[in-house]
Nanobody, 115 residues
Framework: QVQLVESGGGLVQPGGSLRLSCAAS????????MGWYRRAPGKQRELVAV???????NYADSVKGRFTISRDNAKNTVYLQMNNLKPEDTAVYYC?????????WGQGTQVTVSS
């Protein structure tokens, strides 16, 4: 059974930082591209950042320079370091694992940026 379990969300003030983690099980983690997506209230889900099985990364323009995605294949975990958070980053953040046409989603973790 495939599981993607996110953690690290919470409430943070503008300008603060959070690190999200996504622990994967049930897949050969190193073969999967991993990503973080988010859904803000009243909006569609959007890509935040992805990292390929080879380590290449891509970011949404809105988070470039502030967020960093990384992976640890030994721990089957992908991370999202989020710095200089803004109120518009408030959303539920979802972990995604994808290989060819097969993909899996986590349950999501809430990030709220507010003073």
């Amino acid at each position: 059974q495939v599981q993607l379990v996110e953690s690290g969300g919470g409430l943070v003030q503008p300008g603060g930082s959070l690190r999200l983690s996504c622990a994967a099980s049930g897949i050969v983690f190193r073969l999967y591209g991993m990503g973080w997506y988010r859904r803000a209230p009243g909006k569609q889900r959007e890509l935040v950042a992805v990292i390929s099985s080879g380590g290449s990364t891509n970011y949404a323009d809105s988070v470039k320079g502030r967020f960093t995605i990384s992976r640890d294949n030994a721990k089957n975990t992908v991370y999202l370091q989020m710095n200089n958070l803004k109120p518009e980053d408030t959303a539920v953040y979802y972990c995604n694992a994808k290989r060819y046409v097969v993909e899996y989603w986590g349950q999501g973790t809430q990030v709220t940026v507010s003073s």
